[in-house]
């Protein structure tokens, strides 16, 4: 497996984000991609109306840490374009045995950030027809239950603010037990 470093070793900084404790060592065909230590990730970045389909970490973790780490300092010194990029992150992913379809709709997602993203977007055209075609083939199964999720999501928000606003708390939280 080209990941020469071990195990990801991390640790936690806030809520959404890690340190990348140890060197996280990839090397490639031509190119070896060091995540130093100290990096910011979030892990995989999705959105939580299909984090029941793609969890934040997995198997695909190192994949993930690899990339946010490309679409950072690797375009900000040009060593990959954002194509590149995620395409390593598929590539790898497929090193560490994630199961075709779930990498494949993960490529499919980090290609769509890159269209919402100006300094990603460059050359995304040329991704297009793959990007569509998964995507096309992909709503069936995504839509649906996104959709129900995202009612969820609406309605315990509601829910929340409204037991904020009971309890004078924004968080709903009544304050901490104490024995």
């Known amino acids: 497996m080209p990941l020469e470093s071990g195990d990801v070793?991390?640790?936690?900084?806030?809520?959404?984000?890690?340190?990348?404790?140890?060197?996280l060592v990839y090397r490639g065909k031509r190119d070896r991609f060091v995540v130093p230590p100290?990096?910011?990730?979030?892990?995989?970045?999705?959105?939580?109306?299909?984090?029941w389909l793609v969890p934040?970490?997995?198997?695909?973790t190192a994949a993930a840490i690899l990339h946010d780490w490309l679409c950072t300092e690797g375009l900000r010194t040009r060593m990959v374009t954002s194509r590149e990029a995620d395409g390593i992150?598929?590539?790898?992913?497929?090193?560490?045995?994630?199961?075709v379809l779930r990498r494949w709709l993960m490529w499919c997602g980090v290609r769509w950030g890159a269209l919402a993203d100006?300094?990603?977007?460059?050359?995304?055209?040329?991704?297009?027809?793959?990007v569509v075609g998964i995507s096309v083939l992909a709503a069936p199964v995504?839509?649906?239950?996104?959709?129900?999720?995202?009612?969820a999501l609406l309605v315990y928000?509601?829910?929340?603010?409204?037991?904020?606003?009971?309890?004078?708390?924004?968080?709903?939280?009544?304050?901490?037990?104490?024995?």
């Open 9 to 23: 070793v991390v640790r936690r900084v806030d809520d959404q984000h890690w340190a990348v404790v140890e060197p």
């Open 38 to 51: 100290g990096f910011l990730t979030d892990f995989a970045t999705v959105p939580r109306l299909v984090v």
């Open 56 to 60: 934040r970490f997995g198997r695909y």
């Open 89 to 99: 992150f598929r590539r790898v992913m497929r090193e560490h045995d994630v199961p």
């Open 118 to 130: 100006a300094e990603r977007r460059p050359g995304w055209w040329r991704s297009a027809p793959g």
């Open 142 to 151: 995504v839509v649906p239950p996104a959709l129900v999720i995202g009612l």
């Open 157 to 179: 928000a509601a829910v929340e603010a409204g037991v904020g606003l009971l309890t004078g708390s924004p968080t709903g939280d009544a304050g901490s037990f104490r024995t």
